[in-house]
């Protein structure tokens, strides 16, 4: 019967296997995402019916992040420590990144399922919310130029002794920025 592949169950590949094999297996696995609160999510297991495990979430220094409620948002959790201690190591979500975040090569975005926040390639920061446009933001010079007009108009609107309004200059347009864009 050389050639010949013998197709095999799960079942029956855990039958076969001894205890530390399936103790090696289960090390690292891939679940879904229940429900969140706290940094302890309750994940869905996907080889034992019923299973609901708590996992403590790893993620990166400075950023946390929870999937929105009723995705099937995944995680990877190692069992280091065993059954009884898992945590999670990575996670995704595919659908509302899907939805959020189209990327060319070297870019980078973080997002939710309302807004996102893109680095391009091209060197810009975009933030802008889930339909809307990219558009250039004031800079801190726009703003203090703005200050200092409003100061100004503020003294020839209504010069000292007078109820009679000055003449007001229009107020200077901003230049932007297009390094940092918003909507």
């Known amino acids: 019967m050389s050639g010949v592949k013998t197709r095999h169950t799960s079942e029956k590949l855990r039958a076969e296997q001894t205890p530390e094999a399936g103790r090696v297996r289960n090390?690292?696995?891939?679940?879904?995402?229940?429900?969140?609160?706290?940094?302890v999510w309750r994940l869905i297991g996907h080889?034992?019916?019923?299973?609901?495990?708590?996992?403590?979430?790893?993620s990166g220094i400075g950023f946390y992040a929870r999937p929105p409620?009723?995705?099937?948002?995944e995680v990877i959790v190692a069992?280091?420590?065993?059954?009884?201690?898992?945590?999670i190591v990575a996670s995704r979500d595919e659908d509302?990144?899907?939805?959020?975040?189209?990327?060319a090569a070297d870019e980078t975005a973080t997002f939710n399922s309302q807004t996102i926040v893109k680095h391009t390639a091209g060197g810009l920061i975009e933030?802008?919310?889930?339909?809307g446009t990219a558009v250039a933001l004031a800079t801190k010079a726009d703003?203090?130029?703005?200050?200092?007009?409003?100061?100004a108009e503020m003294v020839i609107a209504c010069p000292a002794g007078s109820s009679t309004p000055g003449t007001v200059d229009p107020p200077p347009t901003p230049a932007g920025t297009t390094v940092l864009k918003g909507e």
Do not use: C, F, H
């Not at 090390?27 to 940094?39: A, F, K, Y």
């Not at 509302?96 to 990327?103: K, S, W, Y």
């Open 27 to 39: 090390m690292v696995r891939r679940m879904i995402v229940d429900r969140t609160r706290t940094s």
């Open 47 to 58: 080889l034992q019916v019923g299973e609901k495990p708590l996992a403590e979430t790893y």
């Open 69 to 73: 409620d009723g995705v099937d948002a």
């Open 79 to 87: 069992n280091l420590g065993g059954a009884g201690a898992p945590v």
């Open 96 to 103: 509302t990144r899907r939805t959020m975040a189209d990327l």
């Open 127 to 131: 933030a802008r919310s889930k339909d």
């Open 143 to 151: 703003l203090e130029e703005l200050r200092a007009w409003i100061a």
